[in-house]
């Protein structure tokens, strides 16, 4: 935001005004640091990295969260996460590292859980992260209205190894890009979604049954 200030100084008798054109910020952007052996608690330096699920408490628009290579074992988090469209929020492995979410497997997450969902979530970006070994979906977006969840990027990360629906979910404006989904929902093999048939990446209706619009998949494959 622009504001003026207006100046007044006497030189050699004469009054002179300055107008000075000045800007005002806000707060500034903040990193936060995860790891796979994340405390609970403090601020998220990179001297102390915190559980995904802390740094993300933390986290206001315009922040990043890095999240420190390796693997985080049982992995099942919900987010609520807020940016804007001139501050995003971003979730992604440090550089130079990968961070692995692994669910766990078996029972820890159930047919319709994951091992990320993003829910009333809006302007976030997710990157370079992989995600494993699910009971249940991979990452996921929810919106319980219309329009409750969106502009949310999936960029470059990769889903494998999960009983249901690898990447998708329900909202608007969702971009799936540079991404890799490899045996995803499993369960399909012996009819284990209850009588549906997951998808490697789909989109769904609101919990309201409002459709999901303005989606975009692009340079993203599936396989096996």
């Known amino acids: 935001m622009k504001r003026e200030a207006m ?12 107008v000075v054109l000045y800007v005002i ?4 952007a903040s990193i936060r640091y995860a790891a796979p052996n994340g405390l609970t608690i403090g601020l998220c330096p990179i ?33 609520t996460l807020n940016g804007t469209a001139a501050q995003p929020i971003v979730i992604e492995s440090y550089p ?18 994951s091992i990320l969902r993003l829910q009333g979530s809006k302007y976030v970006t997710v990157r370079n992260i992989t995600f494993q070994n699910s009971g249940g979906r991979g ?10 969840t ?24 969702i971009t799936i890009q540079d991404s890799f989904v490899e045996y995803a929902a499993e369960d399909n093999t012996t009819n284990g979604s209850g009588g549906g048939w997951a998808a490697g990446i789909s ?22």
Do not use: M
């Open 7 to 18: 100046i007044g100084l006497t030189i050699g008798g004469a009054a002179v005004l300055f």
């Open 25 to 28: 910020l806000g707060p500034a």
């Open 47 to 79: 001297t102390a990295p915190c559980t995904i699920a802390r740094a993300a408490s933390l986290t206001v628009a315009g922040d990043t969260i890095h999240l420190r290579g390796g693997v985080y074992t049982n992995t099942k988090l919900s987010l």
């Open 96 to 113: 130079g590292e990968t961070a692995i979410l692994d669910g766990g497997g078996g029972t820890l997450i159930a047919d319709t859980d």
């Open 139 to 148: 990452l996921s977006v929810y919106a319980a209205t219309n329009n409750a």
């Open 150 to 173: 969106h502009h949310i990027t999936i960029e470059s990360v990769t889903v494998s190894h999960v009983g249901q629906r690898g990447i998708g979910g329900s909202g608007n404006d």
């Open 203 to 224: 989109s769904y209706t609101a919990n309201d049954g409002t459709p999901a619009r303005r989606w975009v998949i692009e340079n993203t494959s599936v396989q096996n």
